[in-house]
């Protein structure tokens, strides 16, 4: 559909909310009412060469709102969980695509790119039951690599080149430690794990870009640090051994250093964060940004506060990342604060909602929103 299209078919609705429905769904202080968009989040980013989009879970799919909000913001969607592995393969050769291929039809029929997440979540948290309970038996290494490059490239030729961009590796390294999270697979394979996968789907996927996903931050503090240090080391391996990796996705779920009481979001330390940007440039890693989104127990419960904190540190954190022309994808993870991941992995002491995400629990549009979009305006073209 046209942009001047979508931008017709959602103007009423905008209208209608702007001009005032008072109460919001979860009983919070209605927030102040933001401007109409008039152009897309999409259509912005791409005037700088960026693609916009978010992730889609099923919930959200099947929700008429949360798809007209698509079609007038995003260029790309990516599966929240539709295409992991306990999804996909949630018994060993039994494959199961119909959640994924939904996302994936409704994609291509409104002419939105897809990025896949993800062919391998090496942690032991996220892999099916299955593997993790898995008997190796004598020759554990060469079973393990057979699992990772079965279900590798099952999914990766099941969508071919509909699906340009992967995850090939999520969050393989320890967010404390910076080294390689244990998992059955880890355990023979060590961190050829990880290689297996990447040329996994290489072979299957010649053409795609294939990513290394995971969530260091800007954060300061010691864990943060070997979080970035373990990635680094992890990335400089891969390229010593030739392992196809193209592109690092820098997950952005920002403002996790803010702690309840603490006012704020946390120290950061920049300067650390853009030696570790530039290291990984310097492989030759172009940048994503995967699953922007921003943690407000730090924050005062005011909404009104919250929403221009949460804002200014969205816009803080564009401007700064999109100053580097490596960065070629931005996606939030989820559209609607209500039907985010962060309202019951990271809740709020006080017990109110949290506010992560661009639009509200009413589908209206917040300061973030705008952030993102003046971000996606001062940004240097690519
Ligand atoms: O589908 C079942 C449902 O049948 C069941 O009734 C319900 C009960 O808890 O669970 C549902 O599954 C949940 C699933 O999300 C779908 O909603 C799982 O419990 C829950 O653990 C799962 O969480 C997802 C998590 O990844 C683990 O896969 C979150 O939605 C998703 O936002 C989160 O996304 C990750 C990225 O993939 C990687 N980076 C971090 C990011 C946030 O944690």
């Given at each position: 559909?046209?942009?001047?299209?979508?931008?017709?078919?959602?103007?009423?609705?905008?209208?209608?909310?702007?001009?005032?429905?008072?109460?919001?769904?979860?009983?919070?202080?209605?927030?102040?009412?933001?401007?109409?968009?008039?152009?897309?989040?999409?259509?912005?980013?791409?005037?700088?060469?960026v693609?916009?989009?978010?992730?889609?879970?099923?919930?959200?799919?099947?929700?008429?709102?949360?798809?007209?909000?698509?079609k007038?913001?995003?260029?790309?969607?990516?599966?929240?969980?539709?295409?992991?592995?306990?999804?996909?393969?949630?018994?060993?050769?039994?494959?199961?695509?119909?959640?994924?291929?939904?996302?994936?039809?409704?994609?291509?029929?409104n002419?939105?790119?897809?990025?896949?997440?993800?062919?391998?979540?090496?942690?032991?948290?996220?892999?099916?039951?299955?593997?993790t309970?898995?008997?190796l038996?004598?020759?554990?290494?060469?079973?393990?690599a057979?699992?990772?490059?079965?279900?590798?490239?099952?999914?990766?030729?099941h969508?071919?080149?509909r699906?340009?961009?992967?995850?090939?590796?999520?969050?393989?390294?320890?967010?404390?430690t910076g080294?390689?999270?244990?998992?059955?697979?880890?355990?023979?394979?060590?961190?050829?794990?990880?290689?297996?996968?990447?040329?996994a789907?290489?072979?299957?996927?010649?053409?795609a870009?294939?990513?290394?996903?995971d969530?260091m931050?800007?954060?300061?503090?010691?864990?943060a640090?070997?979080?970035?240090?373990?990635?680094l080391?992890?990335?400089?391996?891969?390229?010593?051994?030739?392992?196809?990796?193209?592109a690092?996705?820098?997950?952005g779920?920002i403002?996790?250093?803010?702690?309840?009481?603490?006012?704020?979001?946390?120290?950061?330390?920049?300067?650390?964060?853009?030696?570790?940007?530039?290291?990984?440039?310097?492989?030759?890693?172009?940048?994503?940004?995967?699953?922007?989104?921003?943690?407000?127990?730090?924050?005062?419960?005011?909404?009104?506060?919250?929403?221009?904190e949460?804002?200014?540190h969205?816009?803080a954190?564009?401007?700064m990342?999109?100053?580097?022309?490596?960065?070629?994808?931005?996606l939030?993870?989820?559209?609607?604060?209500?039907?985010?991941?962060?309202q019951?992995?990271?809740?709020?002491?006080?017990?109110l909602?949290?506010?992560?995400?661009?639009?509200?629990?009413?589908?209206?549009?917040?300061?973030?929103?705008?952030?993102?979009?003046?971000?996606?305006?001062?940004?240097p073209?690519?």
């Open positions: 559909m046209a942009e001047l299209d979508r931008r017709h078919l959602l103007a009423a609705p905008f209208a209608l909310a702007v001009a005032g429905c008072g109460s919001t769904a979860n009983n919070s202080p209605a927030p102040i009412p933001q401007p109409v968009p008039t152009e897309g989040l999409h259509a912005l980013a791409s005037q700088k060469g693609a916009f989009g978010f992730a889609m879970g099923t919930g959200q799919f099947n929700d008429p709102r949360v798809r007209e909000i698509a007038l913001e995003c260029g790309l969607i990516v599966c929240e969980n539709e295409h992991k592995w306990p999804a996909t393969e949630p018994a060993e050769g039994r494959f199961d695509f119909r959640a994924g291929d939904a996302i994936v039809a409704f994609a291509e029929q002419r939105m790119a897809m990025r896949g997440h993800t062919l391998f979540w090496a942690s032991p948290r996220w892999l099916p039951r299955w593997v309970n898995y008997d038996g004598s020759a554990p290494a060469s079973k393990a057979s699992l990772i490059t079965t279900h590798v490239q099952t999914v990766a030729r969508y071919g080149d699906i340009p961009t992967w995850d090939a590796v999520n969050e393989a390294i320890d967010n404390d080294q390689l999270r244990d998992t059955v697979l880890s355990k023979p394979l060590g961190v050829q794990c990880v290689d297996i996968a990447f040329r789907a290489r072979e299957a996927l010649p053409k870009k294939l990513v290394y996903n969530f931050s800007w954060d300061a503090g010691r864990t640090a070997a979080h970035r240090d373990g990635v080391r992890l990335l400089e391996g891969m390229k010593a051994r030739n392992v196809p990796v193209d690092l996705g820098i997950q779920h403002g996790g250093g803010g702690q309840p009481g603490s006012g704020g979001f946390g120290a950061l330390d920049e300067s650390a964060w853009r030696r570790f940007l530039d290291e990984a440039r310097g492989m030759g890693l172009t940048f994503q940004i995967t699953e922007l989104d921003v943690q407000d127990r730090g924050l005062p419960a005011e909404v009104t506060t919250r929403d221009r949460v804002a200014a969205t816009k954190f564009l401007d990342m999109l100053s580097y022309k490596e960065v070629d994808q931005v939030t993870w989820g559209l609607v604060d209500h039907q985010s991941w962060v019951s992995f990271f809740p709020r002491a006080d017990g909602p949290v506010r992560p995400l661009p639009y509200d629990a009413n589908f209206q549009p917040k300061p973030m929103r705008e952030a993102i979009a003046a971000a996606f305006r001062a940004a073209a690519r």
